[in-house]
């Protein structure tokens, strides 16, 4: 059994500022990639920070020079600090990570449970 469980959701005035925190626990041989997606009601789900097992990181061109994304390997957890928060930022935030659970299965993918990020005007 994988968990990813997320924390640091809330409510913030714009130009505030969070950060997320992502831990992934039990059975997990490696993860090759790890980071965070973001849905809004009526909106399909989009990716916002992704990091590669090799540090390399994609990010949404909306959120570029406002949020980062970090990782740490030995914890298994992700983070993502969201500065200059805008109130289109407002959405529902996945943790996500492709996983491998033992050596000889190959890499799925694991979704968090989401935690709801608001941002007043």
């Known amino acids: 059994q994988v968990q990813l469980v997320e924390s640091g959701g809330g409510l913030v005035q714009s130009g505030g500022s969070l950060r997320l925190s992502c831990a992934a626990s039990?059975?997990?041989?490696?993860?090759?990639?790890m980071g965070w997606y973001r849905q809004s009601p009526g909106k399909q789900r989009e990716l916002v920070a992704l990091i590669q097992d090799g540090r390399d990181t994609d990010i949404a061109d909306s959120v570029k020079g406002r949020f980062t994304a970090s990782r740490d390997n030995a914890k298994k957890m992700t983070y993502l600090q969201m500065n200059s928060l805008k109130p289109e930022d407002t959405a529902v935030y996945y943790c996500?990570?492709?996983?491998?659970?033992?050596?000889?299965?190959?890499?799925?993918?694991?979704w968090g449970q989401g935690t709801q990020v608001t941002v007043s005007p």
């Open positions: 039990g059975s997990i041989y490696s993860i090759l990639s």
């Open positions: 996500y990570a492709n996983i491998r659970r033992d050596s000889w299965v190959g890499f799925r993918d694991y």
